[in-house]
């Protein structure tokens, strides 16, 4: 119950296409879920974060989609580029405990010019 | 400002070996935390510490594992006997209030 499903596993898209990057959850408890950034050989960073209270999110080229019923969110990368191509991981964590990070699988994206 | 600094960045030990990595958190974070991530897949939280004290350390293999941070600044991550399962990249991270910073990590490597 306290897992989240990340899919794709990896995922190829070409400059200027749409990256889409799934998660599903299964505990309703959870509150609030941000999506990393991970780059080879440095820690992952935060990229953008959403909670429940919305639908959708956007900064820049990056949106995420949340679907509460289903308990599924999104990570949409509109023209992506090769500067994106890196690990990109969803996490989620509880409303007592937002500290707590469990972490997706992760997503290897490579952005072809 | 800095960010969260951590040490050695690669460590090769043969198993049943000790093994320490050391973590600088960005100065004024009251929370530390280490993470270990396994090869294809995500962080797993190790422990968290608040200031000085353990908040959390449930996922922790106390029998091989520990963990210091004394003064409630740096942090010690210590394995012993290691593992050939424990090969991972050990993340340390820090936060104020909310987001986490994450460091470098150490990627260890047990033959």
């Known amino acids: 119950q306290q897992q989240v499903k990340q899919s794709p596993q990896s995922l190829i898209v070409q400059k200027g296409g749409i990256s889409i990057i799934n998660c599903a959850y299964e505990?309703?408890?959870?509150?609030?879920f941000p999506w990393y950034q991970q780059f080879p050989g440095k820690g992952p960073a935060l990229l953008i974060a959403?909670?429940?209270?919305?639908s959708e999110k956007k900064e820049g080229r990056f949106t995420i989609s949340f679907n509460k019923s289903a308990k599924q969110f999104s990570l949409h990368i509109m023209d992506s580029q090769p500067g994106d191509s890196a690990t990109y991981f969803c996490?989620?964590?509880?409303?007592?405990?937002?500290?707590?990070?469990?972490f997706g699988t992760g997503t290897r994206l490579q952005v072809f010019p | 400002e800095a960010g969260v600094a951590q040490s050695p960045r690669y460590k090769i030990i043969e198993k049943r070996q000790s093994v320490a990595f050391w973590c600088n958190p960005i100065?004024?974070?009251?929370?530390l935390y280490w993470y270990q991530q396994i090869l294809g897949q995500g962080p797993k939280l190790l422990i968290q510490?608040?200031?000085?004290?353990?908040?959390?350390d449930s996922q922790l293999p106390k029998d091989r594992f520990s963990a210091e941070r004394l003064k409630g600044v740096d942090s010690t991550l210590k394995i012993q006997p290691a593992k050939l399962e424990d090969s991972a990249v050990y993340l340390c991270?820090?936060?104020?209030?909310?987001?986490?910073?994450f460091g470098p990590g150490t990627r260890l490597t047990v033959l």
């Open positions: 505990n309703t408890a959870f509150d609030y």
């Open positions: 510490f608040q200031n000085n004290g353990v908040v959390d």
């Open positions: 100065s004024g974070h009251a929370t």
């Open positions: 991270a820090s936060s104020l209030a909310g987001e986490q910073f």
């Open positions: 996490a989620a964590s509880f409303t007592y405990n937002t500290d707590k990070l469990i």
């Open positions: 959403i909670r429940p209270d919305v």
